[in-house]
């Protein structure tokens, strides 16, 4: 399985942008999707997943009420709504994938089995 992101770019202090993802080349059975973001210098964090079984969502303390995941099952996409973005939400996101995420909360980083590549978000002050 492919993960192709696309979205990113440079936008204002309170700005937003819609970040996407898109899986190709195989199936995912029944799957959990999830954003993560890396700055400079920092460690990669879970920003937000959503379980495809049910549209359960969990996001970080640091988006939560400002970012919105979504999932298109027809389409394999899946979204990230990100509304008053700060400088601080500077980063490279990057989409992942957990194959089979039947009865599962929210996936740990390790638990993912696919990542697609990065795509850059800079939130000018």
């Known amino acids: 399985v492919q993960l192709q992101a696309s979205g990113g770019g440079l936008v204002q202090t309170g700005g937003s942008l819609r970040l996407s993802c898109t899986a190709s080349?195989?199936?995912?059975?029944?799957?959990?999707m999830g954003w993560f973001r890396q700055a400079p210098g920092k460690d990669r964090e879970r920003v937000a997943c959503?379980?495809?079984?049910?549209?359960?969502?969990y996001y970080s303390d640091s988006v939560k009420g400002r970012f919105s995941i979504s999932i298109d099952n027809a389409k394999n996409t899946v979204y990230l709504q990100m509304n008053s973005l700060k400088p601080e939400d500077t980063a490279i996101y990057y989409c992942?994938?957990?194959?089979?995420?039947?009865?599962?909360?929210?996936?740990?980083?390790?638990?993912?089995?696919?990542w697609g590549q990065g795509t850059q978000v800079t939130v000018s002050s």
């Open positions: 959503i379980l495809g079984s049910d549209g359960t969502t």
């Open positions: 080349g195989g199936t995912l059975d029944d799957p959990a």
């Open positions: 992942a994938a957990v194959g089979w995420a039947t009865g599962w909360g929210n996936p740990e980083q390790h638990d993912y089995d696919f």
